[in-house]
């Protein structure tokens, strides 16, 4: 009786044992997102499935406004990676149908620069990112053709004649128009373009950025204590800091090593990255109120893939210290690779355009647009180039 006893007790300390181990082993399943799974290859396939189906289901150019021109930095970058000739076709496509331009008015005295869509806002933001992607295009191709940035210049340098420097009041603009400057000025050596990059991005961080938390918020109508959460904290948009993080990637990568504005800019990423590093969620992404989970539960891929092109882009130019931020990164890219891209290369996830974290708004695997599939080209061309490195 005593022995079936002890048989009975070690059978169950047997089955404790194996459950344990069970539970070891799914955890170290469930952190694998710790470490980067992909080979090069990978990555190169998730580029090309990526673009080659959104390119495939918009065969006809869109417009020069800023969701479609958010695209095309991102497939620029893709094309800089993988040497497709199809995706600079699909671009320059692009820009021959919008006459290299932004908004389309030729009379001065009518260019505008608060929100619009027509012809008449030139100089708003939302109408220049198309001349980052003008510019590559001159770049990539020689700079033999200087009709494909005439436009930019002739935008920006007017617009850098007048006495304002409030043209940049919403976070998305910083992204929109702070690469154009400094790619314009590395083609032209014009120091008035850092000169007048300074100014404006002063000024925006006047009145969005706040000094505590160390994020940006999305405009003027969000700064706390007039805006709040849904649980009263601050409300931090993540696709905003998105367009915040990258766009002062690309800024640095610009800037002139001797520039005397690179240490603010480098300062600013930094902190940035620090504290966007805290929001992360356990299974990599970031909610779309970053500080505020259940303002807006669940996953969007468009913030979340700016944040890991951010990171990556850092780590690879020895900006970012990788034992700190590579797990960041690498968490992030396995929601991009394992959660957001579905079977048929759509991106999903990404919440409509808008300006903020809107309560009880649905996203789903089946939610897509332009800008995010840019994003998340971004992100991935920035893997690619972080596995190419440490190969």
């Known amino acids: 009786m005593k022995t079936t006893k002890l048989v009975r007790i070690i059978s169950l300390c047997l089955i404790l044992f194996l459950v344990c181990s069970c539970s070891l082993n799914q955890k170290v399943t469930l952190n694998s997102n710790e470490r980067i799974l992909e080979t090069k290859q990978n990555v190169l396939d998730i580029i090309n499935q990526v673009n080659q189906s959104w390119q495939q289901n918009h065969p006809i150019p869109a417009s020069a406004f800023w969701h479609p021109a958010a695209y095309h930095t991102g497939n620029i970058e893709a094309y800089k990676v993988t040497g497709k000739q199809e995706y600079l076709d699909y671009s320059k496509a692009w820009a021959e149908k919008n006459k290299y331009k932004g908004a389309q008015s030729d009379t001065k005295s009518d260019w505008k620069y608060n929100y619009g869509e027509t012809k008449d806002y030139v100089l708003f933001g939302d109408w220049q ?60 050596e014009n120091e008035l373009y850092l000169k007048k990059l300074q100014e404006y991005f002063s000024y925006a961080n006047s009145i969005m950025y706040d000094e505590e938390a160390h994020l940006y918020f999305r405009d003027t109508k969000y700064v706390y ?58 299974d990599g992404y970031w909610t779309r109120s970053m500080l505020d989970p259940q303002h807006t539960p669940g996953p969007e891929t468009s913030g979340t893939a700016f944040f890991t092109y951010g990171y990556l882009w850092g780590i690879n130019n020895g900006i970012l210290d990788k034992k700190t931020f590579l797990p960041v990164a690498t968490k992030s890219w396995n929601y991009l690779a394992k959660v957001a891209l579905q079977k048929d290369g759509t991106v999903g996830y990404v919440q409509p355009i808008g300006e903020r974290a809107i309560p009880g708004q649905q996203v789903n695997a089946n939610s897509t647009a332009d800008f995010g599939v840019g994003a998340y080209l971004l992100a991935a061309s920035e893997m690619y180039r972080y596995l190419d490195k440490n190969k």
């Open 129 to 188: 990112i198309c001349f980052q992607t003008y510019i590559d295009i001159y770049n990539l191709e020689g700079q033999k053709d200087f009709e494909k940035i005439k436009r930019a210049r002739e935008v920006m340098e007017y617009q850098m004649s007048t006495n304002a420097n409030d043209y940049w009041w919403w976070a998305d603009g910083l992204y929109m128009v702070m690469p154009v400057m400094t790619k314009l000025y590395k083609v032209t």
């Open 225 to 282: 204590p007039k805006h709040k959460s849904l649980n009263g904290k601050k409300d931090f948009w993540s696709r905003g800091d998105g367009w915040v993080f990258a766009a002062l990637a690309k800024v640095i990568q610009d800037l002139p090593k001797d520039s005397k504005i690179r240490k603010e800019f480098i300062t600013r990423y930094k902190l940035l990255a620090n504290s966007i590093k805290e929001a992360q969620q356990p």
